[in-house]
């Protein structure tokens, strides 16, 4: 009943900036994202924790993250989003959302039926290069 999308991926120099945004949708009649965080995975490399957002919206970053990086969602918890500036080419890597996702749909019957579930974007690749 949901998915994550992930956009806003692409080539900068370094030093530059991008914004990737992560939204929520599905065929729920209520989605929100919850506990959610961004993740990176360079080439070779194990994917990384960059950015995190608790429920209530206390964001924490990774150290390479901390001063350059900002999560922030926005008000009706349909999106996520990953503000990056100062990049360097080690943020190299394609970047994924994460999210638990709080769902309200109607099953066959007309019952309402409340689910929370964790899900993954497809990614978003950033490339930092001159």
């Known amino acids: 009943q949901a998915q994550l999308a992930e956009s806003g991926g692409g080539l900068v120099q370094p030093g530059g900036s991008l914004r990737l945004s992560c939204a929520a949708s599905?065929?729920?009649?209520?989605?929100?994202?919850?506990?959610s965080a961004w993740y990176r995975q360079a080439p070779g490399k194990q994917r990384e924790l960059v950015a995190g957002?608790?429920?209530?919206?206390?964001?924490n970053y990774s150290d390479s993250a901390k001063g350059r990086f900002t999560i922030s969602r926005d008000g009706a918890k349909r999106a996520l989003y990953l503000q990056m500036n100062n990049l360097k080419p080690e943020d190299a890597a394609v970047y994924y959302c994460?999210?638990?996702?709080?769902?309200?749909?109607?099953?066959?019957?007309?019952?309402?039926?409340?689910?929370?579930?964790?899900?993954w974007g497809q990614g978003t690749r950033v490339t930092v290069a001159s």
């Open positions: 994460n999210a638990d996702l709080n769902t309200l749909h109607l099953d066959e019957g007309g019952h309402w039926v409340a689910q929370k579930r964790n899900y």
């Open positions: 599905g065929s729920a009649s209520t989605i929100t994202i919850e506990t």
């Open positions: 957002m608790s429920a209530d919206g206390i964001p």
